[in-house]
């Protein structure tokens, strides 16, 4: 029995072709250590967080396996990378907070902000931060910090 996050769904954490194999069961392929952080840095921003949408968004939790254009290394493959999206919200400030306390939610790699992001009017806009949770890191350590 996996552990059942408080504030995401299947669905948002794992590719449509997941879902449409395993069901709701398809949860069962993330980790627990990856499930609980997520939940805990959604509450410790305490504003809605977007993974997987159905509006498009479908390879921001755990990837399927076969024919994806992605790196075929990466931890999206694992469960053990998130793309998160907090609308409306200070993108900036929110990778700077996790950056800062990564060590208390375990994310041993952060993509630098300056690849996950687009200029819209003059300014520098990150669309989303992506996460690779599952990290043991001491108190105070910060997360590896690698392009896209
Ligand atoms: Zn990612």
Redesign the pocket.
Known sequence: MSYIPKYFTTKELVHPEWYAMKGDRAIEWIPDIALKALDEIRAAIGAACTINDSRGLK??GLRWYANNPYSKT???LQGL???LHFYGQDMEKIWHFLYENAWKFGIAVM?DWQV?GRMINKKWIIT?I???LGGILKEGEKPKVVGA
Request: net charge negative; glycine share 0%.
């Open positions: 390879n921001c990466s931890r999206h990378a998130f793309d993509e996950t989303w992506h996460v690779e």
